[in-house]
């Protein structure tokens, strides 16, 4: 089991940045398929971005070419740079722990708050 505090959300105004981690603790990290998932209120979580335990990436087509998710082994974070900010992006953020066949291997944490406003 890996559990995840995360961690970088705020507010920013439209077209902005930010960068958000997620730091592990326990369990195997660096085996493990690592995913941002985002929530609002009302809504089921919605899958972001996704990294490999080799390196690989996947997006969401929402935030692809805006997103870029990646990942350091040896401080056990999971990085999501978020670009061209659009209010559609407003959620809270959350990592999530798999094995590469979809097997859960974390808990939820609290998440990241991320506003995108004016």
């Known amino acids: 089991q890996v559990q995840f505090v995360e961690s970088g959300g705020g507010l920013v105004q439209p077209g902005g940045s930010l960068k958000l981690s997620c730091a592990a603790s326990?369990?195997?990290?660096?085996?493990?398929?690592i995913k941002w998932y985002r929530q609002t209120p009302g809504q089921q979580r919605e899958l972001v971005a996704t990294?490999?335990?080799?390196?690989?990436?996947n997006y969401a087509g929402s935030v692809k070419g805006r997103f870029t998710i990646s990942r350091d082994n040896v401080k056990k974070t999971v990085y999501l740079q978020m670009n061209s900010l659009k209010d559609e992006d407003t959620a809270t953020y959350y990592c999530?722990?798999?094995?590469?066949?979809?097997?859960?291997?974390?808990?939820w944490g609290q998440g990241t708050q991320v506003t995108v406003a004016s």
């Open positions: 999530y722990a798999q094995t590469p066949y979809g097997q859960s291997r974390s808990t």
């Open positions: 326990g369990g195997v990290f660096s085996v493990y398929d």
């Open positions: 990294i490999t335990r080799s390196g690989g990436t």
